[in-house]
């Protein structure tokens, strides 16, 4: 962000705002960063926090060592445990050769654990540990592994919520919670968009070697009236598609999506659609496409996988965790109900 009157430091790579959010999550990120205390973003998908997870890194003593990124949310529990701590020969089928895991990559640098609420109970045991002793075990391994990594944890949902329905442990949530840092959704500091705006214009008109300047009156009221679902990477999208559309050197209305321009109303504004199944699936759909990085490879785990996992764990709550009566309103086998449920690190319901 460029700096406020009473901020002289220096913009931090990728923030940019002068809203009072996001000059407290500078300011924040900065007295932080000299520290290896774990860090905890909070916010919604889209709102900045593997930026700041990588400003807390290069500004840190650490800046020079690795910056390791892990997606917790888009690898099963037994992919995600050899992932982060690696494994040795034959620890599974496949396992060919010894592989070091994340936390070793990180090791004297830092680790950023994407969307840890999407860890299961037995996976949140073993980074309790390497957060309070520093060491694992390979999987397959006896051997103790002993790493200096600096742990950074995001989570898009409320982890106390998580706590209180028994889906996050607490004892891990007050480690990681050493110092939060909370990231606003982009509709609740929108004198911030034309900012994100023309910074994003910068940016892809670079990289796409275009000279698009402007944006017109009617399209800047559109950009800043819009609810934003996918916060600042949805706005982001947006820009790099008008830059690479438009005819000329400005930004218009009619090159924005329909949703922007107010032809269709968002998803979150039609509570009463009921049973429409086909448009709910299409607004899911393109909102994942519009919030997804150009580099994002996760988009089916991120849709496809999340509906799954949501559809079975309400399902299975609503027949009082008989997998059996769950397997037959769901239309699936009770074998493939429970293949499901280990799966997506659910709890076991009832056998029958």
């Known amino acids: ?66 910056f390791v990124r892990v997606n917790c949310g888009a690898l099963s529990e037994s992919l995600l445990e050899s992932e982060l701590f690696g494994h040795v020969r034959g620890a599974f089928t496949g396992a060919v050769a010894n592989r070091a895991g994340r936390f070793e990559a990180a090791h004297t640098g830092t680790i950023f654990l994407d969307e840890i609420n999407s860890t299961t109970p037995k996976l949140q045991v073993k980074l309790l540990r390497v957060l309070q002793e520093r060491e694992f075990e390979r999987v397959g391994d006896t051997e103790t592994v002993r790493v200096d990594t600096r ?51 910068e940016h892809y008109n670079r990289a796409n070697d275009r000279r698009v300047e402007r944006v017109a009156p009617a399209a800047a009221e559109a950009l800043s009236r819009y609810h934003w679902p996918g916060n600042v990477r949805e706005l982001q999208n947006v820009v790099e598609r008008c830059v690479v559309m438009a005819p000329g050197a400005e930004i218009t209305l009619d090159l924005l999506p329909p949703t922007i321009r107010g032809e269709r109303a968002p998803t979150a504004a039609l509570p009463g659609r009921g049973g429409d199944l086909d448009s709910l699936a299409r607004d899911l759909v393109e909102q994942g496409i519009a919030t997804a990085a150009a580099d994002d490879d996760t988009l089916f785990d991120r849709v496809v996988s999340r509906v799954e996992r949501e559809l079975i764990a309400q ?38």
């Open 1 to 66: 962000h460029p700096p406020g009157p009473a901020d002289a430091s220096p913009p931090l790579h990728g923030l940019v705002g002068t809203s009072p959010a996001m000059l407290e999550v500078a300011a924040t990120t900065r007295r932080v960063a000299a520290s290896n205390a774990s860090v905890l973003l909070l916010g919604e998908t889209g709102t900045g926090k593997e930026l700041v997870a990588r400003a807390i890194h290069e500004l840190s003593p650490r800046g020079s060592g690795p």
């Open 315 to 352: 399902m299975l709550a609503a027949c009082g965790g008989v997998q059996l009566r769950a397997a037959a309103r769901l239309g699936i086998n009770r074998n493939t109900l429970r293949k499901k449920l280990l799966e997506h690190g659910l709890e076991d319901g009832e056998g029958a």
């Open 151 to 201: 742990v950074i944890a995001a989570s898009n949902r409320d982890l106390l919520d998580e706590v209180a329905r028994e889906r996050f442990r607490e004892d891990l949530y007050y480690r990681l919670n050493v110092v939060p840092i909370v990231l606003p959704p982009l509709r609740s500091r929108r004198g911030d968009i034309p900012l994100l705006v023309a910074h994003f214009l």
